[in-house]
């Protein structure tokens, strides 16, 4: 019987490692677009918070990211993005911070 509870452990573990890392995907791809915005002062400061929702495998992403002026240091930008998402009727969250910073 304990070995079958492990397994259902592990299973659970695997599944819900699958979908951290899917949804890294998503972040990174908005992180990706947001990168090239710090050479630049015009599309530095029209950086915004963004949300969007995808589904990859039948399981529906949230993204939700804000971004926070002059954090943790002048000029700089942390972006805060966190990725929800239902795990077979369990939710199941995962947060980034990433600090953006000015190369102008």
């Not at 926070?68 to 929800?84: G, H, Q, V």
């Not at 969250?93 to 000015?102: D, F, G, K, T």
């Amino acid at each position: 019987m304990g070995v079958a509870s492990l397994i259902a452990h592990a299973s659970t573990q695997q599944t819900r490692a699958a979908h951290i890392s899917r949804g890294s995907h998503l972040v990174e791809r908005f992180l990706e677009k947001s990168i090239p915005a710090q050479y630049s002062a015009q599309a530095f400061a029209a950086l915004a918070d963004s949300n969007t929702t995808t589904v990859i495998d039948g399981v529906r992403f949230s993204l939700n990211c804000t971004l926070a002026d002059n954090t943790p240091m002048e000029r700089c930008k942390e972006m805060t993005c966190t990725l929800s998402w239902n795990n077979g009727g369990f939710q199941a969250s995962a947060r980034y911070i990433y600090v953006l910073s000015p190369k102008f």
